[in-house]
C-alpha cells in the first residue's frame, strides 16, 4: 500500500542528487578564477586600478555562466525535473489508496507544469545562473576598482565557493531552489486534492535535522491539527520545543509576525504550501479523524473557531 513516507522519500533523494554535484562545480569555478586573476596587473600585491583590469572584470563576468552551466549541471536540472513526475506518481497512487474514486485533474496536471517550469527558469541561466555571476562579479569589481589586495580577493572568492565549512554560494542558492521548488509542489498538489475531498485534520511530517527551525520542531511533535487552528499556529500559540534541555516557546520574528524562517505572507490559506518557509523539507499529510485522539478533536470542537467554520 502506498505510504505518504514515499512521497517525502522520493524528495529527498532529488534533492540529494541534485547537489551533490555541486560542490564539485564549485571548485571548478574557483580554479579557473585563478587562471583568469593572473592576467590582473597588480604592484606589491595590491591590484592596480587600470582600464586592462576593469575590462578582466567584463571578461571573467562573460565567462561565468559557462563555468556555472556545465553540461554536467545542465543534465542534473533534466534528471530533478524529472522527479516531479516521480513524486506525481506517488501522490496519485497515494491518493488512489485513501480514495478509490480519485482521478487527477487537468487543474492537477497544469500545477505540475508550471512547477516544472518555474524550477527550470530558476535552475537556468536568468535565475541561478545571473545571481552567482553578479555576486561574484561584485567580489572582483570591489577589489579591482578600490586596488585591494591580490591575496585577499583569492581569499575571498575561496570562502564563496569553496570553504567547506559553509555551503558556498552557488551551493546555497540550489539547496534553497531545489528544496522549496519539489516541496511546494508537493505540498501544493496535496493541499489541492485535500480540499476537493473536504479533508481537516493533518499532520506535520518529515524528519528533524540539525538545521531544523523551532516551529517545524514543534510541529513534529504537535501530532495532529485541524484547518481552524491554522490561525494560531501562524502565531506560535501554545508552540513550544526543546532548546538546551529547556521547554521553549516558539519565537516570532518581529518583521514579518510569523515564526522565524517562514515565508513572508504566509497565511492560513497558503501555509499547506509554505509550511516552515525557506528550504523547510517538512510536508503536511491529511488524515482521517478517526485516527485524531479523542482529546485533540473534544479540544478543537469546543473552540469557537470550530463552531465559525462548521457554520459557514
Same mark, same amino acid.
Given at each position: 500500500?502506498?505510504?505518504? *513516507? ?24 574557483? *580554479?579557473?578564477? #585563478? ?17 586592462? $583590469? ?25 534528471? !530533478? &525535473? ?7 506518481? =506517488? ?28 524550477? &527550470?527558469?530558476? =535552475?537556468?541561466? @536568468? ?7 553578479? #555576486? ?12 585591494? @589586495? /591580490?591575496?585577499?580577493?583569492?581569499? #575571498? ?25 519539489? $516541496? ?8 489541492? &486534492?485535500? *480540499? ?7 499532520? /506535520? ?18 501530532? /495532529? !491539527? ?31 509576525? =510569523? ?7 504566509? *497565511? ?9 518557509? /525557506? ?12 485516527? &485524531?485522539? $479523542? ?7 469546543? @473552540? ?9
Amino acid at each position: 500500500m502506498p505510504q505518504f *513516507n514515499d512521497i517525502l522519500k522520493r524528495i529527498d533523494e532529488a534533492i540529494t542528487k541534485f547537489n551533490k554535484v555541486i560542490p564539485g562545480i564549485q571548485k571548478s569555478i574557483f *580554479n579557473d578564477l #585563478q587562471d583568469e586573476l593572473k592576467r590582473l596587473d597588480t604592484v606589491d600585491g595590491k591590484i592596480k586600478t587600470t582600464v586592462a $583590469n576593469i575590462k578582466i572584470i567584463t571578461s571573467i563576468k562573460n565567462k561565468l555562466l559557462r563555468l556555472i552551466l556545465t553540461p554536467e549541471y545542465k543534465k542534473e536540472v533534466k534528471d !530533478f &525535473v524529472k522527479a516531479f513526475n516521480d513524486v506525481t506518481k =506517488l501522490q496519485n497512487e497515494y491518493w488512489l489508496s485513501v480514495e478509490k474514486e480519485f482521478e487527477p485533474t487537468p487543474l492537477l496536471r497544469e500545477i505540475k507544469t508550471q512547477a516544472i517550469e518555474d524550477t &527550470v527558469k530558476s =535552475l537556468s541561466a @536568468s535565475g541561478i545562473g545571473a545571481t552567482i555571476q553578479e #555576486q561574484i562579479t561584485d567580489i572582483l569589481r570591489t577589489n579591482i576598482t578600490t586596488g585591494g @589586495s /591580490y591575496s585577499a580577493l583569492n581569499n #575571498q572568492l575561496r570562502e564563496a565557493l569553496v570553504n567547506t565549512e559553509t555551503d558556498g554560494l552557488l551551493l546555497k542558492y540550489t539547496k534553497q531552489i531545489t528544496t522549496d521548488a519539489i $516541496n511546494q509542489y508537493s505540498a501544493q498538489y496535496t493541499q489541492t &486534492v485535500s *480540499n476537493d475531498l473536504g479533508f481537516e485534520w493533518f499532520a /506535520y511530517q518529515g524528519s528533524d535535522i540539525k538545521t531544523t527551525r523551532p516551529f517545524c520542531d514543534a510541529m513534529t511533535d504537535f501530532r /495532529y !491539527f485541524h484547518v481552524t487552528e491554522i490561525p494560531d499556529l501562524l502565531a506560535a500559540k501554545d508552540l513550544y520545543y526543546m532548546k538546551d534541555g529547556h521547554k521553549t516557546k516558539v519565537p516570532i520574528y518581529e518583521k514579518t509576525g =510569523l515564526p522565524h524562517g517562514m515565508i513572508p505572507g504566509t *497565511n492560513p490559506s497558503n501555509f499547506q504550501i509554505n509550511r516552515g518557509g /525557506y528550504n523547510c523539507g517538512h510536508q503536511i499529510r491529511p488524515v482521517s479523524a478517526a485516527i &485524531v485522539p $479523542n482529546d485533540i478533536k473534544e479540544k478543537v470542537f469546543a @473552540s469557537p473557531e470550530y463552531k465559525a467554520f462548521k457554520n459557514s
